[in-house]
Each structure stands twice: as structure tokens, then as C-alpha cells.
């Protein structure tokens, strides 16, 4: 019999769980949950089987990070940032979360490899090439606040590491991913071919 002394892991859930941690969070897989903060320092993600096909720990992980940004420092210490998912009063903030989701990822072209899951999809896709201003929406004024954390503040050199490392991944996958794949549906800049 051979002796495994190694597991394979997806770089680019490498890539987003050690950023995670950097960030003081500790990714746990838990299939009793989709996605839950403790406000402790750890955030469950649900296993592999309870996401939708086009989900990664990777996009969740994203997501999270975005919701800290938006939320501000006080907000890492309340479970789920100090939101219900199900108060209407909550929806502008989720909204203003995906928002800098998209302005983040945008800048690397991979906007739709780590887009937002479920229901709020719809909102994520039907978002203007310029996420961050949109004077219909009070959502644009609330994620400029993420905005400013994410690119001024103490997250601002590993988020913009772990972007990049992932488009990286994206330059060279894209080019021999099946049509199916949302590998394919990359747009990497050209400075990562």
C-alpha cells in the first residue's frame, strides 16, 4: 500500500483562506450553515454539497471580507456584522456588501468568478459597470465607506494580494477551461497574461 503524506487543495482556496486569516478570521466548513460570522473570530462556510455549483470557499470567504469592509470595525465583533439577513431595514447594507464586491473584484476582472450566491444574484448581476455610483441607489454611498476601508486601511495590502494572486490563477486557467466552467467566464486584465 502507498503512504499519502499530502493532500491536494485548491490554490485559490488557499489563496482566500489564508487571507481570511490575516484578517483575524478562522474558516471552518460547517454543513449546518451557508455562511455564518461569530463575531469571535471565526466564520463558518457550508461544506462543498450545500453550496450552488458556481459557489467557492473562495467567493464566500470574499463575500464575508466585503461585509466586514462595509460594516466597519465595530462590526467585527457582532455575529453575522451585526446583520439579520431577513430585516428589510438590512437590505441596503447587503446591497452596498455586493456593491464593493463587484468595485474590488472589477479591478482585476473577476467579477463574475467571485460573485455573489442565492437570491441576491439578481441585484449582483443587474449592477452598472461603475458599482460605486449610482445616485438611484443609497446602497453606492454606503459601499464608497467599504471603498475607502479596503483601500486605505490595514486590509488594503493582503486583500489587494489575494485579488491578484486569484486573477493570476484566472490568466492561466481561462485558456484551457471548458465553456462550461466559470473559469472561462474570467476577464483577467492583460497584465496577467
Request: proline share 6%; aromatic share 8%; with cysteine.
Amino acid at each position: 500500500m502507498r503512504t499519502i503524506q499530502s493532500a491536494y487543495h485548491d490554490p485559490v482556496e488557499l489563496i482566500w483562506t489564508e487571507t481570511a486569516c490575516k484578517f483575524g478570521m478562522t474558516i471552518e466548513r460547517d454543513p449546518t450553515v451557508f455562511a455564518s460570522w461569530d463575531g469571535c473570530g471565526v466564520l463558518k462556510i457550508g461544506v462543498p454539497e450545500s453550496l450552488d455549483a458556481d459557489d467557492s470557499l473562495a467567493q464566500m470567504i470574499f463575500h464575508e471580507v466585503c461585509h466586514a469592509l462595509v460594516e466597519g470595525p465595530d462590526a467585527f465583533h457582532k455575529p453575522d456584522w451585526g446583520l439579520q439577513i431577513d430585516n428589510p431595514s438590512d437590505r441596503v447594507r447587503e446591497h452596498a456588501c455586493l456593491r464593493l464586491q463587484a468595485a474590488l473584484a472589477d479591478q482585476h476582472g473577476l467579477r463574475e468568478l467571485l460573485a455573489a450566491t442565492t437570491n441576491l444574484r439578481k441585484y449582483y448581476d443587474a449592477l452598472p459597470s461603475d458599482p460605486l455610483h449610482d445616485n438611484d441607489d443609497p446602497a453606492a454611498e454606503v459601499a464608497r465607506h467599504g471603498w475607502d476601508r479596503a483601500k486605505n486601511g490595514p486590509w488594503t495590502s493582503p486583500l489587494e494580494q489575494a485579488l491578484r494572486m486569484t486573477a493570476q490563477i484566472a490568466a492561466a486557467v481561462t485558456a484551457v477551461a471548458p465553456a462550461d466552467s466559470l473559469w472561462s467566464r474570467t476577464n483577467v486584465n492583460s497584465e496577467y497574461h
